[in-house]
């Protein structure tokens, strides 16, 4: 591809001599006679080089260096006046311009002008892609992670996006699964057409169906109007049902015969429609265990079970906290940070922390720091849990008193403060808060009521 140029003056004849000029030079090159219609070509086009005259009606070329820099930053800059003023050219390189050239000008000076800001600027260009690549060497797809768990991850999921075949995801709440979901469908051929998720722990049974395959006007009170369902919004893309062990028995038999037959009705309608999507499905459940219990039916798991990812916990891949921690930095705190971003102290505390909310557990932590200290995280500004480790950890000894034990009540005890606390880090998110505690919107709202926690007022269920 050629390297472009963009000629902006407003005297014709110097418009023509440069282009004449510059595509003898095998250059490409577009014209422009003052800075209104430069900016609009800035628009619809990127140009590795600007020519701009300073002295023009209207914006004169100071305000177009200006604009340059804010619209297009990685475009190279060269300005030139018939009128050498010094001060004219230290605002200019101020502001950006490799460099200033008088009118009238040599040829050979302005073509040596001309490649050296170009080499200049694909060096830049060159620095910005190593940078990037050396960001992204620990991730893929958005998924963070260079432990040789997750290594086994990314290679699971570049193999299944080459087929169409339904992919389980399985792990604890917060570990990624829509995360894993999301680089399956970008992988594979359907990744330009549109990825639908879908939380079933989160639908009114009452309204499943209908959510699933839509509706027609007047089919029930409420649908006053025809609705497209998620299996027609991803069409020719992939449907992501997350939690679909929470999917009742009626809908799962639906649900089966849509993926046997490639077809669904709308909920009152009569017209078959053909459907080409992709199903990936997560779940937080021991699934085969819900076949042996006739809570899921075995016919439907085999169908969307075909090809299986398992998403390890945080805890047994602690070699990627460093990492996470550095990638939620760079969301929540001061991008302009440099150097160590965690002392050694927080550090410590939190690769010796057991995680029961996994990644999106350590992503509150770190927003959570970084509110008290935008600067670095501090063993300080870290919650309670993460600095003392109260968390019980499966594997540590259990300590039983001299004296004997309630059980019971020790357990109904814990089960409501892993409740509270659940409200507390996702500000009083009922679903979110589930999530965290590896259940659905409806288990934790039962759990809920049985400690009389669940007032009914104010929920938050998003």
């Known amino acids: 591809m050629k390297t472009r140029i963009l000629i902006v003056d407003d005297e014709l004849s110097m418009r023509e001599f440069l282009s004449?000029?510059?595509?003898?030079?095998g250059y490409e090159t577009v014209v422009a006679a003052h800075a209104e219609q430069a900016l609009s070509l800035l628009d619809s086009g990127l140009f590795d080089l600007v020519i701009s005259d300073v002295q023009m009606p209207g914006l004169d070329g100071i305000e177009l260096l200006s604009r340059i820099k804010t619209v297009s930053p990685g475009t190279a800059v060269l300005m030139m006046t018939a009128y050498c003023a010094a001060e004219q050219a230290v605002e200019a390189m101020k502001l950006g311009a490799y460099d200033y050239i008088s009118k009238p000008f040599k040829v050979e000076e302005i073509k040596v002008l001309i490649r050296n800001a170009?080499?200049?600027?694909?060096?830049?260009?060159?620095?910005?892609?190593?940078?990037?690549?050396?960001?992204q060497?620990?991730?893929?797809?958005?998924?963070?992670?260079?432990?040789?768990?997750?290594k086994e991850v990314f290679s699971l999921i570049q193999k299944v996006s080459l087929s169409n075949s339904s992919v389980m995801i399985q792990g604890e709440s917060g570990t990624g699964k829509e995360l894993v979901a999301r680089?399956?469908?970008?992988?594979?051929?359907?990744?330009?057409?549109?990825?639908?998720?879908?939380n079933c722990?989160?639908?009114?049974?009452?309204?499943?169906?209908?959510?699933?395959?839509?509706?027609?006007?007047?089919?029930?009170?409420?649908?006053?109007?025809?609705?497209?369902?998620?299996?027609e919004q991803a069409e020719g893309g992939t449907l992501f049902l997350d939690e679909i062990g929470e999917l009742p028995l009626l809908m799962q038999t639906k649900l089966l015969r849509v993926l046997q037959e490639r077809e669904f009705r709308r909920v009152g309608g009569a017209q078959v429609q053909k459907s080409n999507v992709r199903i990936l499905t997560a779940s937080n459940r021991d699934l085969q265990s819900q076949v042996k219990t006739g809570g899921f039916r075995e016919d439907l798991y085999y169908r969307i079970n075909v090809m299986q990812i398992s998403m390890p916990p945080l805890r047994e891949r602690i070699?990627?906290?460093?990492?996470?921690?550095?990638?939620?930095?760079?969301k929540y705190g001061d991008t302009r940070q440099t150097g160590e971003v965690i002392t050694p102290g927080a550090l410590k505390a939190l690769m010796n922390y057991h995680y029961p909310g996994n990644i999106r557990e350590l992503e509150n932590i770190v927003e959570r720091s970084l509110v008290m200290d935008a600067s670095k995280i501090q063993e300080c500004n870290l919650p309670k849990q993460v600095r003392t480790g109260f968390l019980p950890c499966p594997g540590r000894d259990a300590l039983i008193p001299a004296e004997g034990m309630d059980l019971e009540s020790f357990l109904s005890g814990l089960e409501k403060q892993y409740l509270v606390k659940a409200l507390e880090m996702t500000?009083?998110?009922?679903?979110?808060?589930?999530?965290?505690?590896?259940?659905?919107?409806?288990?934790?709202?039962?759990?809920?009521?049985?400690?009389?926690?669940?007032s009914g007022e104010g929920d938050r269920d998003e």
Do not use: W
């Open 20 to 25: 004449i000029l510059l595509e003898g030079e």
């Open 118 to 135: 170009l080499e200049k600027c694909d060096l830049k260009r060159e620095n910005s892609v190593l940078k990037e690549t050396a960001q």
């Open 137 to 150: 060497r620990d991730s893929f797809c958005g998924i963070i992670g260079a432990s040789p768990r997750m």
């Open 183 to 198: 680089a399956i469908h970008h992988c594979s051929s359907r990744g330009k057409k549109a990825f639908v998720a879908v």
């Open 201 to 231: 722990g989160a639908i009114p049974e009452q309204l499943m169906e209908s959510e699933l395959f839509g509706h027609k006007r007047g089919s029930f009170t409420g649908a006053v109007a025809d609705r497209a369902g998620l299996f």
């Open 319 to 330: 070699e990627d906290i460093p990492v996470l921690v550095e990638h939620f930095f760079r």
């Open 427 to 454: 500000g009083g998110a009922k679903k979110k808060a589930g999530e965290l505690l590896g259940m659905s919107f409806r288990s934790f709202r039962y759990r809920l009521a049985k400690f009389g926690l669940d």
